[in-house]
């Protein structure tokens, strides 16, 4: 069992940083790949970026990429959401979810092959 807890978000202006974290339990974090992924209002949840459990590979959605670094320190179990340059439709509430195994982009970019999702944190961006 893990167990997932997202902080950081907040309201920012547009072209604005903000640094997600998700701590994790357990002490099985490190074999497990991580993900971000979002849900603005309306909308469906949509992948965001992942990592995998050794760090050595990393994969973002095109909306995000160049703007987001996904990263994380399995010595302190929490994987890490750097957002830069911020734009209004980055808005939603983000969730980090981990996973077994994952071995290519598609395996990572499926909410359905994630196995726990954290609650959530807002993320609010004004124009």
């Known amino acids: 069992q893990v167990q997932l807890v997202e902080s950081g978000g907040g309201l920012v202006q547009a072209g604005a940083s903000l640094r997600l974290s998700c701590a994790a339990s357990?002490?099985?974090?490190?074999?497990?790949?991580m993900g971000w992924f979002r849900q603005a209002p309306g909308k469906e949840r949509e992948f965001v970026a992942a990592?995998?459990?050794?760090?050595?590979?990393?994969y973002y959605a095109d909306s995000v990429k160049g703007r987001f670094t996904i990263s994380r320190d399995n010595a302190k179990n929490t994987v890490y959401l750097q957002m830069n340059s911020l734009k209004p439709e980055d808005t939603a509430v983000y969730y980090c979810?981990?996973?077994?195994?994952?071995?290519?982009?598609?395996?990572?970019?499926?909410?359905?092959?994630?196995?726990?999702w954290g609650q959530g944190t807002q993320v609010t961006v004004s124009s």
């Open positions: 979810a981990a996973r077994r195994g994952g071995f290519s982009y598609s395996d990572y970019t499926d909410s359905g092959g994630y196995n726990y």
């Open positions: 357990g002490r099985t974090f490190s074999s497990y790949g």
């Open positions: 990592i995998s459990w050794s760090g050595g590979r990393n």
